[in-house]
């Protein structure tokens, strides 16, 4: 149907949402004209991001948006974070793992939640590599910027400037 539609000059943006998650699929509803696509499980935040993103792409905006918390702000295009103007270098899992926090602040997130949503492998999951990557964001940005709330999990911004 997609296919029919973009042959017959439909140019809205379109983003599958779906339960399918095989490369294959995937493959399939790009190569038909998808702009997007989108497996279940998702976060509503992230729904919410590529829904932004393919509007801005649509009207000539293809930068990416810049995230603000607590003192930071996280350049999606460039892959980095800044304070007070001054580059702070990360790796890409510290990335991703500061660019969850900042679009959850003032949240509480369980270790169990952040793992689920930033790591692929069981291996990542089950040891402590969160904790480590915590502990570098942490020695980055200053020891304020992640609280960990015993028993609870982490919450980011409450105490940064």
Not at 33 to 53: M, N, S
Not at 70 to 91: F, K, N, S, Y
Not at 127 to 149: D, W
Request: proline share 3%.
């Amino acid at each position: 149907m997609l296919t029919q539609w973009r042959a017959g000059g439909l140019s809205t943006p379109v983003l599958i949402l779906t339960a399918r998650d095989s490369w294959a699929e995937r493959i399939e509803g790009l190569k038909a004209g998808a702009d997007d696509y989108l497996t279940k499980p998702f976060h509503p935040q992230e729904l919410h991001l590529r829904v932004q993103a393919l509007l801005r792409r649509s009207h000539g905006h293809a930068n990416q948006p810049t995230l603000k918390a607590a003192g930071l702000h996280l350049d999606e295009g460039r892959q980095c974070v800044t304070r007070d103007g001054a580059d702070i270098q990360l790796t890409a899992a510290e990335f991703r793992l500061l660019r969850y926090f900042m679009l959850h602040p003032e949240q509480i997130l369980s270790k169990s939640h952040l793992a689920e949503h930033l790591y692929d492998g069981e291996t990542e999951r089950d040891s402590n590599v969160l904790e480590v990557h915590v502990n570098h964001l942490r020695r980055k940005l200053g020891r304020s910027v992640i609280e960990t709330r015993r028993g609870q999990g982490y919450l980011f911004g409450g105490q940064a400037r």
